[in-house]
């Protein structure tokens, strides 16, 4: 599965939107960006995920760059729930384990 | 409806116990996943299981690790000799198939320190 880079932590006020990047420059054809969180002391939580087109649900916005290599998750109304560590995950179609790497730590700030 | 669930939450062995942990999955859920959550770390994968046959332990550290789901629901992970190094969360997940599109549902964890 291909590698993601994303910053390390960020700062959100709010109420404001916060957008996570993530970059997958290495990533093929058949492989999907997912997203997943985790809040302190909880297990992973599944937010979204994409292979090309820009999806949205209840939870969030993804947003994919047209050359895939890579994406933006967006929060549009941050609260103070939503603090937690974001990894964005590249996964191919044979693959079922999650490769998660060190993730962005989200802090929202009142 | 209910989640992945495990227990115990958390455990403290000295070293050289065996201990086991457990994992009830979604009902209905095909597939079931172990990680292994150091601190400060994200979730690293142990070993995976479609049904009842464990289709890929590659991520098990050493032979000391042992999964098993019998009946093709509840998973047991076993850790034989615990040593200090196998301190971290153990997390479990269950996801209904193995399409893309298949999230996998995590459960709250086991928190094993070992002395």
């Known amino acids: 599965d291909a590698k993601t880079t994303q910053p390390t932590s960020m700062d959100c006020a709010e109420g404001r939107a916060a957008n996570l990047p993530c970059n997958h420059s290495?990533?093929?054809?058949?492989?999907?960006v997912y997203w997943y969180r985790q809040i302190h002391s909880q297990g992973p939580q599944y937010i979204i995920h994409?292979?090309?087109n820009n999806e949205t649900n209840e939870m969030a916005s993804l947003i994919i760059t047209e050359d895939r290599k890579s994406s933006t998750l967006i929060l549009p109304h941050a609260t103070l729930r939503d603090t937690a560590v974001y990894y964005c995950?590249?996964?191919?179609?044979?693959?079922?384990?999650?490769?998660f790497g060190g993730g962005t730590r989200l802090m929202v700030k009142p | 409806g209910a989640g992945v669930s495990q227990s115990p939450r958390y455990k403290v062995a000295k070293r050289g116990q065996d201990v086991a942990l457990r994992c009830d999955p979604i009902?209905?859920?095909?597939?079931l996943f172990w990680y292994q959550q150091a601190l400060g770390q994200g979730p690293e994968f142990l070993t995976y299981?479609?049904?009842?046959?464990?289709?890929?332990k590659s991520g098990l550290p050493s032979d000391r690790f042992f999964a098993e789901r019998p009946e093709g629901s509840v998973s047991t992970l076993k850790i034989q000799r615990t040593q200090q190094e196998d301190s971290a969360v153990y997390l479990c997940?269950?996801?209904?198939?193995?399409?893309?599109?298949?999230?996998?549902?995590f459960g709250p964890g086991t928190r094993l320190t070992v002395l």
């Open positions: 997940a269950s996801s209904p198939g193995t399409r893309i599109g298949a999230g996998q549902f």
């Open positions: 290495t990533i093929s054809g058949n492989e999907y």
């Open positions: 994409g292979l090309k």
């Open positions: 995950i590249v996964r191919n179609n044979a693959g079922n384990m999650l490769t």
């Open positions: 009902s209905g859920h095909v597939s």
């Open positions: 299981f479609q049904n009842e046959a464990q289709l890929d």
